[in-house]
């Protein structure tokens, strides 16, 4: 089965600073989906990020870029230029398209505090 | 455009007490549709999916079920809540396609009593 894992449950990074988060998974796939979801304190679920497996570039938007890294089963997010708005927590999340078998598991999440 | 609804927002309810949280789309046909707990340091947990009418997959196996009356309309239902039933429940869908990403409803935060 697959599973994900976000070894850093905080993580703090002053504001205009650059900070990675750090994802990795388990999966015998070679086809598969990447995402980064945000969580803010309103609870409401944000889309950040996204990857397919079979891409070798790395996704990019705006401040926020990952480093995907297939062979490791590495997925990391960096948050560039920090701001207020991105303190909330980060859900990486991983898609599995084997047989119909359409499920998406969710690391249990990092939450990023931005000082000022 | 397409929404995700759910319903109630917020619910209190005592042990033994029979639970149904449900869930609508509205804007897309067949979508797949999942329920997922989020309790404290344990991220976001996948209870049930599914791909299509009358088909639920089960991911944890507990006093929880989860039934798919319609096209878009995902429920979730419990005979009899236990304490370790409170969390806060999210609705999600997404389409079939590789590259489609999860769209939430608003939550539902539930404590048993």
């Known amino acids: 089965a697959q599973t994900v894992t976000q070894s850093q449950p905080e993580m703090s990074v002053q504001e205009a600073e650059t900070v990675t988060l750090s994802c990795t998974y388990d999966t015998s796939e070679s086809d598969y989906y990447l995402f980064w979801y945000k969580q803010p304190p309103s609870r409401q679920m944000i889309l950040v990020i996204r990857q397919e497996a079979y891409k070798q570039q790395n996704a990019t938007e705006n401040r926020f870029s990952v480093n995907f890294q297939k062979a490791a089963k590495s997925f990391s997010l960096k948050i560039s230029d920090s701001q207020l708005g991105d303190a909330a927590m980060y859900f990486c999340a991983y898609r599995t398209l084997r047989n119909r078998d359409d499920k998406i598991i969710f690391g249990k999440g990092t939450r990023l505090h931005i000082l000022p | 455009s397409q929404t995700i609804h759910q319903w109630p927002a917020t619910l209190v309810q005592p042990v033994g007490s029979p639970l149904s949280l449900e869930c609508t789309v509205e804007?897309?046909?067949?979508?797949?549709l999942y329920w997922y707990r989020q309790a404290a340091g344990r991220g976001l947990q996948l209870l049930f999916y599914?791909?299509?009418?009358?088909?639920i997959s089960s991911e944890v196996p507990q006093n929880l079920s989860a039934s798919r009356p319609q096209d878009r309309q995902f429920i979730l239902s419990s005979k009899k809540l236990l304490l370790s039933d409170s969390g806060f429940y999210l609705c999600a869908w997404n389409r079939e396609g590789r590259n489609s990403p999860l769209h939430f409803g608003n939550g539902t935060r539930l404590t048993v009593t």
């Open positions: 599914s791909v299509g009418i009358g088909q």
């Open positions: 804007g897309t046909s067949n979508p797949n």
